[in-house]
């Protein structure tokens, strides 16, 4: 493990959590399942039920426009898909509406929401900005990929007024609202590629950050590309296991918590700390590797103190079937993590790892991905998205010891073919929870259990999972 103060090494810490996932600490489920489901059936824990599903529509419903993430605003979810995004009313959960869909292509249209704007991804080089652009090859010196900003005042119609263009393009997108500037601040993730194109030029080890005025959202500008690694990021190379790990040329995803001025980063082959006091000049207090179990660091997801930060490992890149016997319980996993220190004197101490353990078929593919805290004051419980693993809420109140409290999945898509599907994000929101399915389209569920019973009456008017909110005050 290697740390911004002193450049720590990973091989103590990480042997010790070795150890503590051969106590076997870090994967009690909330049943034991011990069948793998038949194609498309359903199953789940008592605690959960499922409320509904809106299939994909119009040009969303083929294999190939996959359904990404969530933010929501007004009792609305604003899905993205990979030919664009839709907005879905959830004022009855029930009985979900579609409002509106925009045909609007360019990987992977990852969303997030401050006021009457929207932000979404761009991670494909194409022939211009336009929402009628076509795939671009990546070695074109004018091909476009960045970020899109969007007028969402009215649901029912989006209105495009921006694009700003982005080295390495937006595979995804954190918004921190300022109000002193009177603007959103949008952090783009993106990493390179292994061949050197020219408009993702290596060393990729920086971020980029646009600036959006609230009311001159037409002026959105590229204003910072900040370095993070200028001493290299992990280097990559074969894990124990035989896989390999990935090398650091970016970031996979930023999640600030805006009230603590801080934001954890997962870039591939490092998971990070940031002071984003100076939101246009964030800095690296703290930088960690897992050169044992980890492949690539993909997200993150503080707890409600702030005292913890549970990163993901995304193992084959979400297309592979890692939920299983011969990757074990600490492949393609959560990594708990609890932040030591006070103020921005901070570092990142290894507790255990956490990964669902009802094996999937080999068809299937399953890997820690997208999830959000389900507000409970005083504990830290999770809803996580694994995939074609289905859905899993886990407490991680105790570090050490996360156990799985409930869960929802449907068997594979096919038992010949492995086909990229299963829940990509799932989120709690307003009492419910809400997952953005990959082929199958938008899904519902009622989580009932006393143990999360006090969240349903939290409430937000807005809420984007990768720009945490604080809750019970």
Same mark, same amino acid.
């Given at each position: 493990?290697?740390?911004?103060?002193?450049?720590?090494? *990973?091989?103590?810490?990480?042997?010790?959590?070795?150890?503590?996932?051969?106590?076997?600490?870090?994967?009690?489920?909330?049943?034991?399942?011990?069948?793998?489901?038949?194609?498309?059936?359903?199953?789940?824990?008592?605690?959960?039920?499922?409320?509904?599903?809106?299939? @994909?529509?119009?040009?969303?419903?083929?294999?190939?426009?996959?359904?990404?993430?969530?933010?929501?605003?007004?009792?609305?979810?604003?899905?993205?898909?990979?030919?664009?995004?839709?907005?879905?009313?959830?004022?009855?959960?029930?009985?979900?509406?579609?409002?509106?869909?925009?045909?609007?292509?360019?990987?992977?249209?990852?969303? *997030?929401?401050?006021?009457?704007?929207?932000?979404?991804?761009?991670?494909?080089?194409?022939?211009?900005?336009?929402?009628?652009?076509?795939?671009?090859?990546?070695?074109? !010196?004018?091909?476009?990929?960045?970020?899109?900003?969007?007028?969402?005042?009215?649901?029912?119609?989006?209105?495009?007024?921006?694009?700003?263009?982005?080295?390495?393009?937006?595979?995804?997108?954190?918004?921190?609202?300022?109000?002193? /500037?009177?603007?959103?601040?949008?952090?783009?993730?993106?990493?390179?590629?292994?061949?050197?194109?020219?408009?993702?030029?290596?060393?990729?080890?920086?971020?980029?950050?646009?600036?959006? !005025?609230?009311?001159?959202?037409?002026?959105?500008?590229?204003?910072?590309?900040?370095?993070?690694? !200028?001493?290299?990021?992990?280097?990559?190379?074969?894990?124990?296991?035989?896989? /390999? /790990?990935?090398?650091?040329?970016?970031?996979?995803?930023?999640?600030?918590?805006?009230?603590?001025?801080?934001?954890?980063?997962?870039?591939?082959?490092?998971?990070?700390?940031?002071?984003?006091?100076?939101?246009?000049?964030?800095?690296?207090?703290?930088?960690?590797?897992?050169?044992?179990? +980890?492949?690539?660091?993909?997200?993150?997801?503080?707890?409600?103190?702030?005292? @913890?930060?549970?990163?993901?490992?995304?193992?084959?890149?979400?297309?592979?079937?890692?939920?299983?016997?011969?990757?074990?319980?600490?492949?393609?996993?959560?990594?708990?993590?609890?932040?030591?220190?006070?103020?921005?004197?901070?570092?990142?101490?290894?507790?255990?790892?956490?990964?669902?353990?009802?094996?999937?078929?080999?068809?299937?593919?399953?890997?820690?991905?997208?999830?959000?805290?389900?507000?409970?004051?005083?504990?830290?419980?999770?809803?996580?998205?694994?995939?074609?693993?289905?859905?899993?809420?886990?407490?991680?109140?105790?570090?050490?010891?996360?156990?799985?409290?409930?869960?929802?999945?449907?068997?594979?898509?096919?038992?010949?073919?492995?086909?990229?599907?299963?829940?990509?994000?799932?989120?709690?929101?307003?009492?419910?929870? +809400?997952?953005?399915?990959?082929?199958?389209?938008?899904?519902?569920?009622?989580?009932?259990?006393?143990?999360?019973?006090?969240?349903? *009456?939290? /409430?937000?008017?807005?809420?984007?999972?990768?720009?945490?909110?604080?809750?019970?005050?």
């Amino acid at each position: 493990m290697k740390s911004r103060r002193g450049r720590r090494w *990973s091989g103590v810490l990480v042997a010790a959590a070795a150890a503590v996932v051969a106590a076997g600490s870090a994967t009690a489920t909330a049943t034991a399942q011990t069948t793998i489901p038949g194609v498309d059936e359903i199953v789940h824990t008592s605690n959960i039920k499922h409320l509904a599903n809106l299939p @994909k529509q119009g040009t969303f419903d083929n294999r190939s426009a996959l359904n990404s993430d969530i933010a929501f605003t007004k009792n609305h979810a604003i899905v993205g898909n990979y030919n664009g995004f839709a907005v879905y009313d959830i004022r009855k959960p029930q009985k979900p509406r579609l409002v509106s869909q925009v045909h609007c292509p360019g990987s992977q249209n990852d969303v *997030s929401i401050s006021g009457n704007l929207l932000i979404t991804s761009t991670d494909q080089p194409r022939t211009d900005d336009s929402c009628s652009s076509q795939a671009s090859v990546a070695s074109n !010196p004018t091909a476009w990929e960045g970020v899109r900003v969007w007028d969402i005042s009215d649901l029912a119609n989006p209105e495009y007024v921006a694009a700003v263009r982005t080295d390495c393009g937006s595979h995804t997108n954190t918004i921190v609202p300022d109000r002193k /500037r009177g603007s959103v601040i949008v952090y783009v993730s993106s990493y390179s590629p292994a061949d050197n194109f020219p408009n993702c030029q290596p060393a990729h080890d920086k971020i980029s950050i646009v600036e959006v !005025p609230v009311k001159k959202p037409e002026q959105a500008a590229l204003v910072a590309t900040p370095v993070l690694f !200028p001493e290299g990021g992990n280097e990559g190379g074969p894990n124990p296991d035989g896989t /390999r /790990r990935s090398a650091t040329t970016g970031c996979h995803d930023l999640t600030a918590y805006p009230e603590k001025n801080l934001m954890a980063g997962a870039c591939m082959g490092d998971g990070i700390l940031l002071d984003i006091t100076d939101k246009l000049n964030p800095r690296v207090i703290e930088q960690v590797q897992d050169n044992v179990n +980890f492949a690539f660091w993909h997200s993150a997801t503080f707890n409600n103190a702030g005292t @913890k930060v549970i990163f993901t490992d995304e193992l084959g890149g979400g297309g592979l079937a890692t939920c299983n016997e011969r990757f074990g319980p600490t492949r393609g996993a959560n990594g708990i993590y609890d932040i030591k220190g006070k103020g921005f004197d901070l570092s990142l101490e290894f507790q255990s790892y956490y990964k669902i353990s009802r094996h999937q078929a080999d068809t299937e593919n399953c890997v820690a991905h997208n999830g959000s805290l389900i507000p409970v004051k005083g504990r830290d419980i999770m809803v996580q998205a694994w995939y074609q693993g289905g859905i899993s809420v886990f407490d991680f109140t105790d570090s050490a010891n996360p156990k799985e409290i409930a869960y929802f999945e449907r068997g594979p898509l096919s038992t010949t073919e492995n086909i990229t599907g299963g829940s990509w994000s799932a989120y709690y929101y307003n009492g419910y929870i +809400f997952s953005s399915d990959i082929q199958k389209g938008f899904d519902v569920l009622a989580l009932n259990d006393p143990r999360t019973a006090s969240a349903k *009456s939290v /409430r937000y008017d807005e809420f984007n999972p990768q720009s945490q909110p604080r809750y019970g005050r």
